[in-house]
């Protein structure tokens, strides 16, 4: 597996590798204790917590010829600009990421609403 950076310098890609095997997975995201990593085609993506300024659900609407389906990603955002955008499954799983990012790096703007504020 190829590990790209999505900003900052590479980082020693064995430490990478056995960070990603011990991060908790939903789908194709992973976090680990000092990293988010993202699998894209035949490469692992990854960002420092530390690098990350905020984390969002973004849900826009996917229509076909019969309905019109919600789809939602997570964004990323380091120093204000947009730097990925990652398609989840389903709403309980991109809210349960977003607390999980909130419990490993506080100091991330998950601008996430709990169910009693959203209603």
Do not use: C, W
């Not at 950076?5 to 939903?26: F, H, P, T």
Request: aromatic letters at 10%; hydrophobic letters at 35%; charged letters at 35%.
């Amino acid at each position: 597996m190829r590990y790209k950076s999505l900003i900052g310098k590479e980082e020693d890609r064995d430490v990478l590798k056995s960070e990603d095997e011990s991060a908790q997975k939903y789908g194709i995201i992973g976090l680990s204790e000092r990293h988010l990593f993202f699998r894209k085609f035949f490469k692992t993506f990854y960002i420092a917590y530390d690098d990350l300024n905020a984390v969002f659900r973004r849900v826009y609407m996917v229509s076909n010829r019969k309905a019109s389906l919600p789809a939602e990603t997570l964004v990323l955002v380091s120093n204000g600009t947009e730097i990925a955008s990652i398609g989840v499954s389903g709403t309980k799983s991109a809210k349960e990421i977003l607390e999980k990012i909130k419990e490993k790096a506080p100091h991330i703007d998950t601008k996430f609403k709990g169910e009693s504020e959203a209603k």
